[in-house]
């Protein structure tokens, strides 16, 4: 048999053989994990016939797991001041990690893929929800590729979603679910509803800097928002955004009195207010319309604006929405809706007495 010693890139420290390679001039030394020669062997071939071919090795190759690659990816996203940095971060705490956490991210398949989206299915998620997370893990892939700490990723499928989307409020639902929110948050879901502004990304980190309150203009400067847009509006003839504003600016001075500067328009006691899913789930519980997402707020807005024959791409400016089938899908038909325009046909058949547009002859 062979002595450890004299072979070549092979070397024993202990139990266990190391392999010894050279890659671009510099050399590299990797444990094979085994107390068998032949493993190391084998791994040491390997290594030799990736670097013939050109593929990035080095010790640390396939050793990352998930919950490294995730910390990678939240990184990336905090500083590239990514507006969904805090909403990633949740998901992958909730979900990917108490799943894929202690894995390694080489030795993952689609099978096991697969098996993260039926565990997500069974807890009743949606296919639009797996894909944002889906699509987390497969950035980390990329990540990982591009930094030369893999060579391939497994196929990681979309599944098919729905995107019609259905939740809205009508007016009297909005006005009592609002009541039944903290005062803290009537503000911030009153200008959500009637601008489609989105909650967590744009409103809650919203600063005095970016209001005028003598011109009544709001402005999101650009990189701020979603699709790194910039927008204003002048709320100047729309009072319930008016004493928003203002309910809100009689705070900070009531802050700033008690010598405690917030730069934030809305807050809870100085702080910011990270999230309130547990509060808006009560609030549309007890105003007798469960399971609500904030983000209706937003789809209400869109159809509200339609409604009220805002210009198709004033509405879409107003909102934010980059892309007119975005913007489509989110402007939603109501029952409301269904019944006025059979109101309408009606009237245009005559049906209705005493309606113009009666056509029937003798």
Not at 38 to 51: H, N, P, Q, T
Not at 80 to 107: C, Q, S, W, Y
Request: net charge positive; hydrophobic share 35%.
């Amino acid at each position: 048999m062979e002595e450890p010693e004299k072979l070549r890139g092979v070397r024993k420290r202990g139990d266990i053989y190391w392999i010894r390679y050279c890659r671009g001039g510099k050399r590299y030394e990797e444990s094979s994990g085994s107390k068998r020669v032949a493993v190391a062997k084998s791994l040491l071939k390997r290594r030799e016939g990736d670097i013939e071919r050109g593929l990035p090795v080095t010790p640390h190759m396939g050793r990352v797991k998930v919950s490294e690659a995730i910390s990678t990816l939240l990184t990336e996203y905090k500083v590239n001041r990514r507006r969904t940095h805090l909403d990633l971060a949740r998901r992958v705490e909730k979900h990917i990690l108490p799943f894929f956490g202690h894995r390694r991210m080489a030795i993952m398949t689609t099978a096991d893929i697969n098996d993260y989206i039926a565990q997500r299915q069974e807890q009743g998620a949606a296919n639009a929800t797996i894909n944002r997370e889906l699509s987390a893990l497969k950035r980390a892939y990329t990540l990982l590729i591009r930094g030369g700490q893999l060579i391939s990723k497994p196929h990681i499928p979309k599944l098919q979603e729905d995107n019609v989307r259905q939740g809205f409020f009508e007016r009297e639902s909005f006005d009592l679910m609002r009541a039944h929110l903290p005062s803290v948050l009537r503000p911030v879901v009153t200008i959500a509803y009637l601008l489609g502004w989105r909650v967590q990304s744009e409103l809650l980190g919203l600063e005095w800097r970016q209001v005028d309150r003598k011109a009544c203009i709001i402005r999101l400067e650009p990189g701020t928002t979603k699709n790194r847009h910039g927008r204003t509006f002048d709320y100047t003839d729309v009072p319930e955004i008016k004493t928003a504003i203002e309910d809100q600016w009689a705070e900070h001075e009531r802050l700033r009195q008690a010598g405690k500067m917030c730069p934030l328009v809305f807050h809870r006691s100085g702080k910011r207010i990270r999230d309130f899913h547990h509060a808006w789930d009560s609030a549309c519980a007890a105003a007798g319309c469960p399971g609500r997402l904030i983000h209706d707020l937003r789809r209400t807005a869109v159809r509200n604006l339609v409604r009220a024959s805002v210009p198709e791409r004033t509405a879409m400016t107003i909102s934010g929405h980059k892309t007119r089938s975005v913007f489509d899908r989110y402007d939603i038909v109501s029952e409301a809706d269904i019944r006025e325009a059979g109101r309408r046909l009606s009237v245009w058949n005559g049906t209705i007495s005493g309606t113009v547009g009666q056509t029937g002859t003798n």
